[in-house]
């Protein structure tokens, strides 16, 4: 696990904002010169490093209405979910900006979920809407330190790698997930659709059914961008599936047989709403890449 260490603040947030914005606006113009570039700069998109103007540079369309920004004014970060278009298809859009002392972009991780090759077909009847709760400020009286809501984070990762019911981080009762545009917690009609019953179910509920089993290491964690005042936690990392586990049983005695019989890995950008040292709401977008595929962003 890698957690940066905290400077004291050096931003505001609207500073962050700002530079977010003109990175934005450069992306939809398919115009790079237009952002202020540090003189070194690591860039990656879908967890490949790449030279800054390419890949969704040279094909996006359009920006989605969507826009769900935070910031991290202690470190510098600025992080974005939202939707792009490329064409004749919209994918769920993840992206992290460092700023330096200067203003300049010195950082940027970027996440594309092209569902059209992607292999996660589950998720095509994605769309984007608002969610008040990742918006709204914490009252000071609920929040806990940086530090808490990391391990609070962390303590999710641990729940699902190798999922046998055991719960090792707090829920909020109200608690839903995103991923992918996918609301796969409460979510009946979903669970019908795709024959996956746990969609029905709420957050620790899920878990506590041992379903995810078949995730074997949650690894290359990282937690870059935390924002205080929103109860925000940006998280990145992966999820490796050796493909090895066939039926197994839930904790209710419920004969299941895992979705994964293939080694791969599941990149993601994982966001968490942390209200009274509970998580309260998840918007995650992942990517399906090789098995045990390493991070650019691991020194």
């Known amino acids: 696990m890698t957690i940066r260490n905290a400077a004291p603040a050096a931003y505001t947030r609207e500073e962050l904002y700002k530079t977010l914005d003109v990175y934005l606006d450069a ?9 202020p570039w540090a003189d070194v700069v690591r860039n990656t998109e879908d967890n490949v490093a790449m030279d800054v103007g390419d890949g969704l540079w040279g094909t ?4 989605g209405d969507y826009q769900l920004r935070f910031a991290d004014v202690k470190t510098g970060q600025v992080g974005y979910f939202g939707a792009v278009e490329e064409t004749n298809e919209t994918s769920a859009f993840s992206l992290r900006l460092k700023i330096d002392r200067d203003g300049r972009v010195s950082e940027v991780e970027t996440l594309v979920v092209r569902i059209s090759f992607s292999g996660l077909g589950i998720f095509a009847n994605k769309r984007f809407w608002d969610k008040p709760v990742l918006n709204e400020t914490v009252p000071s009286e609920h929040r806990v330190k940086r530090e808490r809501m990391i391990s609070i ?11 046998d019911g055991e719960i090792f981080t707090k829920f909020h009762p109200d608690c839903n997930r995103v991923e992918n545009g996918v609301q796969t917690t409460n979510n009946p009609e979903f669970a019908k659709e795709v024959n996956y019953p746990i969609a029905a179910l709420g957050c620790e509920a899920q878990f506590k059914r041992g379903q995810y089993l078949y995730d074997d290491e949650l690894r290359a964690r990282r937690f870059p961008l935390v924002d205080e005042e929103l109860g925000l936690v940006l998280a990145s990392g992966f999820i490796d599936h050796a493909g090895r586990l ?3 049983e839930l904790t209710d005695g419920t004969k299941v047989v895992s979705p994964f019989r293939r080694p791969h890995s599941f990149y993601l950008l994982e966001l968490f709403k942390i209200e009274d040292g509970a998580i309260r709401q998840i918007e995650a977008n992942f990517i399906t890449v090789p098995y045990k595929m390493p991070s650019p962003w691991d020194r």
């Open 27 to 35: 992306l939809r113009r398919r115009d790079p010169s237009a952002v």
């Open 246 to 248: 066939g039926d197994y």
């Open 153 to 163: 984070a962390d303590g999710y990762f641990d729940t699902l790698q190798l999922n």
């Open 60 to 63: 996006i369309t359009g920006l």
